[in-house]
């Protein structure tokens, strides 16, 4: 069986975009409708019960474009919504969580000194709390609020170099880096940031993110439903916000294109 029904993918705004190119090129025929909230950005400073009001208006518009599936391209979102989207809607949704596990793992059993950076509502949200907790005993885990990355993406300004290093500064330079295994990219918008970071960071720390295992966990699901798009399908993206400037549009291709 196959199905040639869109795959949903939200975000608080344009970081998800982020999630669509890795899902792209991993599943390129899937068709791939993609919602970013930018009128409503950013998520990370809402209170919980805001950001789940508006991840339901969200999840009902895709349920009435009937898409097969959900990624919640936003650890924000994730942390204050999937759960009761999962209750209350009957198909495939998928969240993301800060990739600690991942990075935890790469010390191959040694204990790991890991900064998780994070908008400060995924970092304060409980679904945070266990899952740092599943890791305290054995590892230092830093949780680091970078709401400053959030913004530089939104409002276009990822190309400007001393804007994105002088954040960096502000929310990196109290730590000994030297003594960091990883840091998670525990939001979609930071994976835009990686060639900085790695730039930034001195090379013995490893970058981590979750959206490699984001789009596995997706494939693996729709493989075991059924609800592939068939090889010969052919795949695309559609790009939508609920701000329908035209700078956010061009903003939006831009990023898809990087």
């Known amino acids: 069986m196959t199905s040639c029904a869109p795959i949903g993918v939200f975000d608080s705004g344009l970081g998800g975009i982020s999630v669509v190119?890795?899902?792209?090129?991993?599943?390129?025929?899937?068709?791939?409708?993609?919602?970013?909230?930018s009128a409503n950005a950013p998520y990370g400073v809402k209170t919980p019960q805001e950001v789940r009001n508006l991840s339901f208006?969200?999840?009902?518009?895709?349920?009435?474009?009937?898409?097969?599936?959900?990624?919640?391209?936003?650890?924000?979102?994730?942390?204050?919504?999937?759960?009761?989207?999962?209750?209350?809607?009957?198909?495939?949704?998928?969240?993301?969580?800060?990739a600690l596990k991942l990075a935890c793992d790469l010390g191959g059993?040694?204990?790991?000194?890991?900064?998780v950076a994070a908008t400060s509502l995924t970092l304060k949200e409980r679904k945070f709390a266990d899952?740092?907790?599943?890791?305290?005993?054995?590892?230092?885990?830093?949780?680091?609020?970078?709401?400053d990355l959030v913004e530089i993406v939104e409002n276009g300004d990822l190309g400007n170099k001393?804007?994105?290093?002088?954040?960096?500064?502000?929310?990196?330079d109290s730590y000994d880096l030297n003594s960091i295994d990883s840091v998670v990219l525990g939001c979609t918008h930071f994976v835009f940031y990686r060639d900085y970071f790695r730039e930034f960071?001195?090379?013995c720390v490893k970058i981590v993110d979750g959206n490699a295992g984001t789009v596995h966990h997706l494939k693996s699901v729709l493989?075991?439903?059924?609800?592939?798009?068939?090889a010969n399908n052919n795949g695309s993206v559609l790009l939508t916000n609920s701000d329908s400037s035209n700078r956010i549009s061009e903003l939006s291709k831009s990023l898809l294109n990087l």
Request: hydrophobic share 40%; net charge neutral.
């Open 162 to 172: 001393n804007i994105v290093m002088s954040a960096l500064h502000k929310y990196f």
């Open 201 to 203: 960071l001195p090379d």
């Open 223 to 230: 493989e075991s439903s059924g609800e592939l798009a068939d």
């Open 131 to 147: 899952l740092m907790n599943r890791f305290t005993q054995n590892h230092k885990i830093f949780p680091q609020p970078c709401p």
């Open 21 to 37: 190119r890795q899902l792209h090129a991993a599943m390129p025929n899937e068709r791939i409708i993609y919602f970013g909230d």
């Open 57 to 98: 208006k969200i999840v009902e518009h895709f349920a009435k474009l009937s898409v097969k599936a959900i990624v919640i391209a936003c650890n924000t979102a994730t942390s204050a919504a999937v759960d009761d989207l999962r209750n209350h809607y009957n198909m495939p949704i998928i969240g993301m969580e800060p």
């Open 109 to 115: 059993g040694k204990p790991q000194r890991v900064i």
